[in-house]
């Protein structure tokens, strides 16, 4: 490594649909990224990773080539997210929860890439959760290290936290100190794709940018009231007999689609979680908004914490710099 004359670090965060890059200097800092639309899912339709590894060794020479590098200058590859699923890179098995920083630290695995990079990448893998009942079975990839990045914002707040991971899966980590105690995982955005691609509730899932706060907060309450199936045709049904605005029928669908993920977190803090005091949102604005509306009324939070994760300083990123300095490199 003490050959790589500028020792740049790359960073991959690999998802099921996109991939980023992040290109740091010695201290961490983002030198350049980007991003392209390649990810797990492409390895799962082709039956074959190339097509991943291809893709991102594009994304790899873009990056380099946008700030005068080259290969030579990278002194080491990282990689978080799916690239450790089945229809990644490598399967690399999920660290178990609970898990600090430094013991987690220890599960990274190096894979040699033979095909387009012809150098090691260090894969972080992703974490679990096993439990006799397998309703209490969980995992993440990707998610982890950005909960890491943000651990120094949370460890001082009292109690437990439950930190919301709004994606194509909604994750839930459970962190109390410096430590990841337990992970909650549920069906949204995935979901929420499917039912807008495939199903007659296309219209209604298209176009709206932003929420209708009391919508959401009906379509909540139709999930509690009528259960999944009944409240999502209710919004079918308000745009059958023009009930309501665009945006009404959609932060509706939207209410009903997510609530989910409220009522299993309360289960959580009531029954697994008893020392749970905080909810923390890490995501855009838009989810921040939308889990503020689901959570007004709930006995378990008086506000959602904020944390906003934006590409120019991901927590990903600050997650690797705590895992590369735990490990003493």
């Not at 740049?8 to 992040?22: C, L, M, Q, V, W």
């Not at 176009?207 to 999930?223: C, I, P, Q, W």
């Not at 689901?294 to 006995?299: A, E, Q």
Request: with cysteine.
């Amino acid at each position: 490594m003490s050959s790589r004359k500028n020792g740049i670090i790359a960073y991959f965060d690999s998802g099921t649909t996109n991939t980023r890059i992040y290109l740091l200097d010695r201290n961490f800092h983002i030198l350049c990224w980007k991003k392209k639309a390649i990810g797990s899912k492409d390895s799962a339709i082709s039956g074959s990773s190339r097509i991943l590894i291809t893709g991102m060794k594009a994304l790899y020479d873009e990056a380099l080539a946008s700030r005068g590098f080259t290969d030579c200058d990278v002194e080491q590859i990282f990689a978080s997210g799916m690239v450790t699923s089945p229809y990644g890179l490598e399967e690399v098995p999920h660290c178990q929860a609970p898990v600090t920083v430094g013991e987690f630290s220890r599960s990274l695995y190096r894979y040699r890439e033979d095909v387009c990079f012809q150098r090691d990448i260090i894969l972080v893998p992703g974490l679990k959760t096993d439990s006799f009942d397998f309703s209490f079975v969980n995992n993440m990839r990707g998610e982890e290290i950005q909960v890491i990045g943000a651990l120094d914002e949370i460890k001082e707040l009292p109690g437990g936290s439950a930190v919301i991971l709004p994606g194509s899966h909604t994750h839930v980590a459970y962190v109390k100190g410096e430590r990841i105690k337990g992970i909650l995982s549920s069906f949204t955005g995935e979901l929420f794709y499917a039912l807008k691609e495939e199903t007659i509730l296309a219209p209604i899932l298209s176009g709206a940018e932003d929420l209708n706060e009391k919508m959401v907060e009906r379509g909540y309450r139709s999930l509690i009231d009528f259960g999944f199936n009944r409240a999502i045709y209710i919004a079918h049904a308000m745009r059958i007999f023009e009930q309501g605005s665009p945006k009404e029928r959609f932060s509706f669908a939207e209410g009903v689609i997510n609530g989910g993920v409220r009522q299993a977190i309360e289960y959580y803090c009531a029954n697994v979680w008893p020392d749970c005091r905080n909810v923390i949102l890490m995501g855009n604005e838009f989810m921040y908004q939308l889990y503020s509306c689901l959570f007004r009324d709930s006995n378990m939070v008086s506000e959602i914490i904020w944390l906003r994760d934006t590409d120019e300083r991901p927590y990903g990123v600050k997650g690797l710099e705590k895992i590369i300095r735990s490990r003493g490199e």
